[in-house]
């Protein structure tokens, strides 16, 4: 059974910095890929960024490029989410996602989730 467990939210000043966590359990993960999405209030869900785990081979939102790094730690079995600059549009509870094969931009096309965490970015 696949589980995504987020970590490292919080309450951040704008141009402030996170790093968001996502362990990962229950399978290999070698041929997977690993997303980030957002969801604002009233807003649909957003995709943000993405790895590819076996290649490392990243995607970003255009939102994001620039002040995001998304990484992996394979003896960890998680996946980082760096989060600089931050600003309060960046407001969102933030999930992590896995999908088998390749990196996509489509929540739909993501088979696990894990439950989120929160990101609350104050100007």
């Known amino acids: 059974q696949v589980q995504l467990v987020e970590s490292g939210g919080g309450l951040v000043q704008a141009g402030g910095s996170l790093r968001l966590s996502c362990a990962a359990s229950g399978r290999t993960f070698s041929n997977y890929a690993m997303g980030w999405f957002r969801q604002a209030p009233g807003k649909e869900r957003e995709f943000v960024a993405a790895?590819?785990?076996?290649?490392?081979?990243?995607r970003y939102a255009d939102s994001v490029k620039g002040r995001y790094a998304i990484s992996r730690d394979n003896a960890k079995s998680t996946v980082y989410l760096q989060m600089n600059s931050l600003k309060p549009e960046d407001t969102a509870v933030y999930y992590c996602?896995?999908?088998?094969?390749?990196?996509?931009?489509?929540?739909?096309?993501?088979?696990?989730w894990g439950q989120g965490t929160q990101v609350a970015v104050s100007s």
């Open positions: 790895i590819m785990w076996s290649t490392s081979s990243t």
């Open positions: 996602a896995a999908r088998k094969y390749v990196v996509a931009d489509d929540s739909r096309a993501y088979d696990y």
